[in-house]
């Protein structure tokens, strides 16, 4: 049950698809402890754990730390980092006594403590003195994140191929770079979906346009690359540069379809391409109008996007600029003392991402009201996306476009995925990702990933053949990093021949990834799960976060520390572990519940199979997503009375998912009797 609760002067922010009653109560978890500011607190048992906060760094249980959900350009995933770049204010406190959620609805700043000032009291601070709250009661963890993915509406899908591997690095600057990636792979054999495009494919960064000079015919490029089973992914970012002659600018100055700032004038902002303008995605028209010129690419054959710095990035305002000039130019000449010297660093530091520019800009709405940024921050990243999901869908009738997105707002998560942003080659980053899956699935965000590899700093062979090891997993499998580390293509490294088996075990799991993925979507629930939410009452099991559940059938426990050769591992029940080198090959053993030492040498992956379950696998998988074979199937298997399995597949494309033709039913007894009904052949 959903109970709803109104406070200040809430924004619509369109996150929520249902209409519900106000309740005429008070909050039955969350104490009001005052209204000026709006701020509310709840009791936490000693037992209890709080999941949930989507994007944020720490652990799956998130008590112990205190966290701000403010749109954020955060490179720096620490420990004590507050905010990073999306907003996911859901949680669900679950204890052996109680378990519900809590959804508050607004895009100001909320403040989650869960625990920081008194380690058994959560306080939750709308900055903004409003929101709507959402208080959700059930059975379970699981039905709670149901009731709440119900109300915020059906995750959005990527086609089929958005699940192959991805290659990607900030740096690929003409065409004989992707095509030079392109081959490195070919040439190995080693299976490739997709190559993206950071910024340098545009001229002068300019949104929605292709130097001449470095990519003079991208959709000739473009088609060459499809032909070898590669769709090119470009980058969109936020801010329109201000230049005489850019349509895109020009267009957008005379229709009134920029954010602007008190006077009324468009608001100017410094990003990557100098002095931008950004685009006014909170009003419908200049949604419409941005989302349209994604045209530009799809019509050259681009089917696949990530949009960028839309938080939205801010490296320094003018008027920002300007005063900082002014309070270092006051301090020429004075006596330069260790503190004015800090100082100075600090007002250069602090022009990035300022509140007093968020709070200096203006939204124009349908109504002809007028918002102040700062009120309603966090929903830029969703809006950008929105934007062009929205036109995407009518750009390409009929098929599914790739788009994720770096910031994001619950509701988001109806038009695209995300990634989560510019993590570091560290293994504490490699385990952070792991934590953050769940998080950011019960936002409803299936379609995720991090950068494999990790984005900032230099990566080393074995943290690659982890994460790698790790990502064949992820929805989006994607290796990215930022210009100036050392290179991160699977290919460049000694053992790319290991590189090349673990990415095919990919490709041979595809069937169950996707089929777990679209049924998680259709069912609105979670791909990967703490173990936590299916073993409830396994006390052991609760505290367990270095190893998650995926989908129906499997559970994961991967190494994410150096040098290590092998790790604990703890099951819950008996299950079967899979040792695989490469797709098609593989031991297996049947372990009793309870704690387990498991070896896990660099060139392998392991994994579980839960009782009765079945996990169906192509006996080809191919190059590509397109290559592999997904009607010719085996299944991995650990039966002790009988195992059932719905097996969902489609054309990868289409958006209308209804169709009984689209399930095949594998049975499997303990006695061997396997049986299928559908389409698909299925052997053992
Ligand atoms: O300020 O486009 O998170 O993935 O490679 C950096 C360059 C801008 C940040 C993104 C990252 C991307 C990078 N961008």
């Not at 378990?99 to 403590?113: A, K, N």
């Not at 545009?202 to 990519?215: L, W």
């Not at 201000?242 to 700032?261: L, N, Q, R, S």
Request: aromatic share 12%; net charge negative; hydrophobic share 35%.
């Amino acid at each position: 049950m959903i109970c709803k609760y109104s406070f200040g002067t809430p924004f619509e922010t369109e996150a929520v698809v249902q209409a519900l009653p106000e309740s005429d109560q008070e909050p039955r978890f969350l104490t009001v402890r005052s209204r000026l500011p709006l701020c509310f607190s709840c009791r936490l048992g000693e037992e209890e754990a709080v999941y949930g906060l989507g994007e944020s760094v720490r652990g799956m249980n998130k008590r112990g730390w205190i966290y701000e959900n403010y749109a954020l350009d955060q490179p720096h995933h620490h420990e004590d980092t507050r905010s990073l770049y999306s907003c996911h204010s859901f949680v669900i406190v679950s204890g052996p006594e109680r378990v519900f959620g809590l959804f508050l609805d607004e895009p100001g700043r909320v403040i989650f403590d869960i625990g920081y000032a008194c380690r058994t009291e959560m306080t939750i601070t709308c900055v903004q003195n409003s929101c709507v709250l959402y208080e959700i009661t059930g059975e379970t963890e699981a039905d709670i994140v149901q009731q709440y993915r119900r109300l915020i509406g059906r995750s959005y899908l990527p086609p089929k191929w958005a699940f192959g591997f991805i290659q990607s690095r900030w740096g690929y600057k003409d065409e004989s770079d992707v095509r030079q990636v392109a081959q490195g792979y070919r040439d190995r054999q080693m299976a490739l979906d997709g190559i993206c495009m950071d910024i340098d494919y545009m001229e002068r960064y300019k949104d929605f346009t292709v130097d001449p000079a470095r990519f003079p015919d991208l959709a000739a490029l473009a088609g060459e690359m499809k032909a070898q089973g590669v769709h090119l992914i470009p980058i969109i970012d936020a801010g329109v540069k201000i230049e005489a002659g850019y349509d895109v600018y020009e267009e957008g100055c005379e229709k009134g379809y920029f954010c602007t700032d008190l006077e009324g004038k468009p608001f100017v902002a410094a990003v990557w391409p100098g002095l931008v303008h950004f685009p006014d995605v909170l009003n419908p028209e200049a949604r419409r109008w941005f989302g349209q010129k994604y045209k530009v690419l799809t019509e050259l054959g681009i089917d696949g996007f990530w949009n960028d710095m839309n938080e939205p990035a801010i490296f320094y305002s003018k008027t920002g600029l300007d005063e900082a000039f002014k309070s270092i130019r006051e301090m020429e000449g004075e006596n330069l003392g260790l503190h004015e010297y800090f100082r100075m660093g600090d007002i250069i530091r602090n022009m990035s991402n300022s509140p007093q520019d968020y709070a200096s800009f203006y939204h124009s709405l349908s109504d002809g009201s007028r918002v102040c940024h700062d009120r309603v921050h966090s929903l830029f990243g969703y809006n950008m996306t929105r934007a062009a999901g929205e036109e995407l869908d009518t750009l390409r009738p009929g098929e599914r476009t790739l788009l994720f997105s770096r910031s994001s707002y619950p509701g988001m998560h109806r038009y695209g995925g995300i990634w989560q942003g510019d993590n570091k080659s560290w293994w504490s980053h490699l385990a952070l990702n792991v934590k953050m899956m769940p998080s950011v699935d019960m936002m409803g965000f299936l379609y995720q990933g991090a950068d494999l590899g990790g984005f900032g700093c230099d990566t080393t062979e074995d943290l690659l053949l982890r994460w790698i090891a790790f990502g064949i997993f992820t929805p989006l499998m994607r290796n990215h990093s930022a210009m100036g580390t050392r290179q991160q293509e699977l290919y460049s490294y000694p053992m790319w021949e290991t590189f090349r088996d673990l990415i095919s075990i990919r490709y041979m799991l595809l069937p169950y990834l996707y089929s777990e993925f679209v049924k998680c979507l259709l069912d609105d629930r979670m791909l990967f799960r703490p173990l936590a939410f299916d073993y409830r009452t396994d006390k052991r099991a609760r505290e367990i976060e270095d190893q998650l559940l995926l989908g129906e059938g499997l559970m994961l426990a991967p190494v994410t520390e150096q040098n290590r050769t092998w790790r604990y591992v703890y099951l819950p029940e008996e299950m079967k572990l899979i040792r695989m080198k490469k797709a098609g090959q593989w031991q297996e053993e049947i372990l009793p519940a309870g704690d387990h030492r498991v070896e896990i040498r660099l060139d392998e992956v392991v994994f579980f199979i839960r009782p009765d379950k079945l996990v169906p696998y192509t006996l080809r998988p191919g190059l590509s997503v397109a290559e592999t074979d997904f009607d010719q199937l085996s299944i991995l298997h650990f039966v002790k009375n009988e195992g059932e399995y719905k097996l969902y597949d489609d054309d990868g494309l289409t958006r209308d998912l209804s169709g009984e033709d689209r399930i095949t039913t594998i049975r499997l007894t303990a006695d061997g009797t396997l049986t299928t009904s559908g389409s698909k052949t299925v052997r053992l």
